[in-house]
């Protein structure tokens, strides 16, 4: 059986992502990779937690005086929904719908765009403000934490519109079902990391 | 890599419970996300009140945990079946990563 088999609605397995040896393997390496990821995150999480407000004497950047929660609410909401698109898409995936599936994917694109501009903007406020990476300890711990994150939120985004591209001629199949379900599994993943950022760095900072 | 795959056509009935069950679940989601929404907003409101740091601090790291376990068990689908590796690899993640920020902690406040 070749991988490039069309289906109908009717014909679709159940569980698209995982039916292939292939899917399966992808599925159970995704989840280990999330699990290494789960770690490097934990320990940008706690030298950032070491170091916040740490710095040189002197030094006049804190939490309270740097973060401005209006904003930081808005990206939240951004990714939040971005999420649901992504739940969305894979909705439709598993109806064998592929434009309504790549519908979904573009939206969640376009709010993954619209919330690293917002991140792109208050990088490029704080070190207007003096507040760069070579600052103090604070601010690299600072900008190491939220960077990587944003730099999985870039990743995500080249991913996902790589798929859509590659795959949009070629329709719904058994061979990229499974990459769309883990590069969906992925961007739910950093939605994860970003509730904990926008607790922990934002939120705890504001509060002190 | 396909061998193994056998295809399976549905019949009528068997289709529309296939996209009625998946529908449901949609809608599930869907309650997930308000939910998801509704603790943010508790959580940004309860900073913007100025309640005391010992207070608002728990209670924000909780919902957090609340608003992740939603994300994992119901968006990454971790509670359907066949996820033991995945719960496996993620936990473990979970173990290592609180002993490390543990770790930090008890360096930066002994």
């Known amino acids: 059986m070749d991988l490039n088999t069309k289906y109908t609605p009717q014909s679709w397995p159940d569980h698209p992502e995982n039916t292939t040896l292939e899917g399966k393997n992808k599925f159970v390496g995704f989840w280990l990779f999330l699990g290494g990821e789960t770690v490097t995150f934990a320990s940008l999480f706690a030298t950032y937690l070491a170091l916040k407000n740490k710095g040189p004497s002197g030094m006049e950047f804190t939490t309270q005086e740097l973060f401005e929660l209006p904003l930081v609410f808005i990206m939240t909401m951004l990714l939040l929904t971005s999420s649901l698109t992504s739940v969305y898409a894979m909705y439709h995936m598993k109806n064998y719908n592929f434009k309504a599936m790549q519908a979904w994917l573009m939206v969640t694109v376009l709010l993954g765009l619209a919330f690293l501009g917002f991140e792109i903007y208050e990088f490029n406020h704080y070190v207007h403000l003096g507040f760069t990476f070579g600052q103090s300890a604070f601010s690299s711990a600072f900008f190491i934490l939220v960077g990587t994150h944003g730099a999985h939120v870039v990743v995500g985004l080249g991913w996902i519109i790589l798929l859509m591209v590659r795959n949009a001629k070629r329709g719904l199949n058994l061979y990229n079902a499974p990459k769309f379900y883990v590069a969906s599994l992925y961007w739910h993943f950093i939605d994860v990391v970003w509730v904990f950022i926008f607790t922990v760095v934002y939120l705890m900072g504001v509060v002190g | ?110």
């Open chain 2, 1 to 110: 890599m396909a061998h193994d795959v056998h295809t399976h056509v549905r019949s009528q009935t068997e289709y529309e419970y296939k996209r009625r069950r998946s529908a449901n679940e949609m809608r599930s989601h869907v309650t997930t996300f308000a939910i998801m929404i509704f603790l943010t907003l508790i959580a940004f409101t309860m900073v913007y009140a100025g309640f005391s740091a010992y207070f608002v601090v728990p209670i924000i790291l909780l919902l957090a945990a609340v608003q992740v376990v939603l994300q994992l068990y119901y968006f990454m689908h971790m509670s359907h079946k066949g996820h033991d590796t995945a719960q496996m690899f993620l936990y473990s993640g979970v173990i290592v990563g609180l002993i490390v920020i543990i770790t930090m902690m008890t360096i930066v406040w002994w």
